[in-house]
T-cell receptor, first 114, second 112 residues
Framework: SAVISQKPSRDICQRGTSLTIQCQVDSQVTMMFWYRQQPGQSLTLIATANQGSEATYESGFVIDKFPISRPNLTFSTLTVSNMSPEDSSIYLC???????????FGPGTRLTVT | GQQLNQSPQSMFIQEGEDVSMNCTSSSIFNTWLWYKQDPGEGPVLLIALYKAGELTSNGRLTAQFGITRKDSFLNISASIPSDVGIYFCAGPERFGNEKLTFGTGTRLTIIP
C-alpha cells in the first residue's frame, strides 16, 4: 500500500476565490490521480498527473479551472479556481502502486464554498 | 464512458448477518476492485480480482470475478459494526488504461 496525506483536510471558502490542495506520498510513484466526490455521490476522475508531463484532464474538467502541478514523484497539487458553491465536494488524490490498477487514496479534502 | 451499477443501493442489516452485493457493467472488465469508504475518509482497497471466475478472500470478505466478466460480487460474513460504510466497485475503463471507473456504491448500515 502507500501512505498518502492531503492538506488541508477541510476548508470553507468564499465564492470567487481559489484553493490549492496538496497531496504527499511516502514513496515515489509514477501516476497520481485527482478525483472529485460530490455529496452522496461516487468518485469522478478529474485528471491524471504524471511527473514531467502535463496533466491529462477528463471530459468536463479543464486546466483553467483545475490547474495541477506535479513537480516530483512524491508530490502533487490541485487548485480549484474561481470557486462557486457547485465546487463544494470532497477532493481526493490517489496513486497506483503494487499491482496494475490498484489505487490507494488519500484521506480527502472536504471543500465547502459559500 | 462505461457505467458500473451496484446493487443494492443501500442495505440495513443486523449485526451478525451476512451481506451480499454486486456490481454490473455493460461491457467486459479485465480487473475488478472493491473499495470501502468510511465517513470522512478516502476509499480503502479491500480486494482486487484479475481473472474471470477468481474467488478471493480478505478476512470475512470474499469477492468473485464473474464468469461473464461483466459483473463482480462482494460478500461479508458475520457483519460487525465497523463494516458500516459505502462499498464501491471499480475497474479500468480499458485494458492497459490506468483510469478507473467507479460504481454507484452500496451503503451498508447496521441496525443495533
Amino acid at each position: 500500500s502507500a501512505v498518502i496525506s492531503q492538506k488541508p483536510s477541510r476548508d470553507i471558502c468564499q465564492r470567487g476565490t481559489s484553493l490549492t490542495i496538496q497531496c504527499q506520498v511516502d514513496s515515489q510513484v509514477t501516476m497520481m490521480f485527482w478525483y472529485r466526490q460530490q455529496p452522496g455521490q461516487s468518485l469522478t476522475l478529474i485528471a491524471t498527473a504524471n511527473q514531467g508531463s502535463e496533466a491529462t484532464y477528463e471530459s468536463g474538467f479543464v486546466i483553467d479551472k483545475f490547474p495541477i502541478s506535479r513537480p516530483n514523484l512524491t508530490f502533487s497539487t490541485l487548485t480549484v479556481s474561481n470557486m462557486s458553491p457547485e465546487d463544494s465536494s470532497i477532493y481526493l488524490c490517489s496513486v497506483e502502486r503494487d499491482r496494475p490498477y490498484e489505487q490507494y487514496f488519500g484521506p480527502g479534502t472536504r471543500l465547502t464554498v459559500t | 464512458g462505461q457505467q458500473l451499477n451496484q446493487s443494492p443501493q443501500s442495505m440495513f442489516i443486523q449485526e451478525g448477518e451476512d451481506v451480499s452485493m454486486n456490481c454490473t457493467s455493460s461491457s467486459i472488465f479485465n480487473t475488478w476492485l472493491w473499495y470501502k469508504q468510511d465517513p470522512g475518509e478516502g476509499p480503502v482497497l479491500l480486494i482486487a480480482l484479475y481473472k474471470a471466475g477468481e474467488l478471493t478472500s480478505n478476512g470475512r470478505l470474499t469477492a468473485q470475478f464473474g464468469i461473464t466478466r461483466k459483473d463482480s460480487f462482494l460478500n461479508i460474513s458475520a457483519s460487525i459494526p465497523s463494516d458500516v460504510g459505502i462499498y464501491f466497485c471499480a475497474g479500468p475503463e480499458r485494458f492497459g488504461n490506468e483510469k478507473l471507473t467507479f460504481g454507484t456504491g452500496t451503503r451498508l448500515t447496521i441496525i443495533p
